[in-house]
């Protein structure tokens, strides 16, 4: 269901010392793989990441009236914790990849997510404008009105050769 994601050093340790607040949030099995195998790990690649319930979802998705949602995030919004969920959980679907000098934005698209990209093309509300906020943390307003300026010129584009 959902990946491991990639935490920044900052957000593993907030991550740790928030346990107390997020545990009661947590389903059973996620209070056991987070026992086990600890609030954040190191992965093959290196990089530390949430730990996973079995080999599926991250231990931090909580479900409410059958929405998968992070228990970070909520903790967060009740004002039970500091900081807001992982970034790298923020910008989901957009995934964040090094490039030598750069970074790639790509889009993880994924089953689970159908029904926001049925509501997304029925709104005309692409990805990046509805992932405003979490660009904005990542990368700044600046990042942000460029990526509005590109869309609007492919859309010029598109309208004057009838692609669709």
């Known amino acids: 269901m959902c990946i491991r994601d990639r935490l920044e050093s900052d957000e593993a340790d907030k991550l740790a010392s928030a346990m107390d607040s997020l545990t009661p949030l947590l389903r059973p099995e996620a209070r056991r793989a987070i026992e086990k195998q600890g609030a954040w790990l190191i992965d093959s690649d290196g990089d530390k990441v949430t730990p996973l319930i079995g080999r599926e979802e991250c ?14 995030e909520k903790a967060y919004e009740e004002g039970e914790i500091p900081f807001r969920k992982p970034l790298s959980c923020h910008l989901y679907p ?7 000098k750069g970074i790639a934005l790509n889009y993880h698209r994924w089953g689970i997510c159908e029904p ?3 509501l997304g093309k029925k709104e005309s509300l692409p990805v990046f404008r509805f992932l405003k ?3 904005q943390r990542a990368f700044g307003e600046e990042f942000y009105q460029e990526l509005e300026l590109v869309y609007s010129e492919l859309n010029k584009t598109k309208n004057k050769t009838g692609d669709k």
């Open 59 to 72: 231990a931090y998705v909580i479900f409410e009236n059958g929405i998968a949602r992070c228990a970070i």
């Open 94 to 100: 957009i995934r964040v990849t090094k490039l030598g």
């Open 116 to 118: 926001a990209r049925i």
């Open 133 to 135: 906020d979490p660009i």
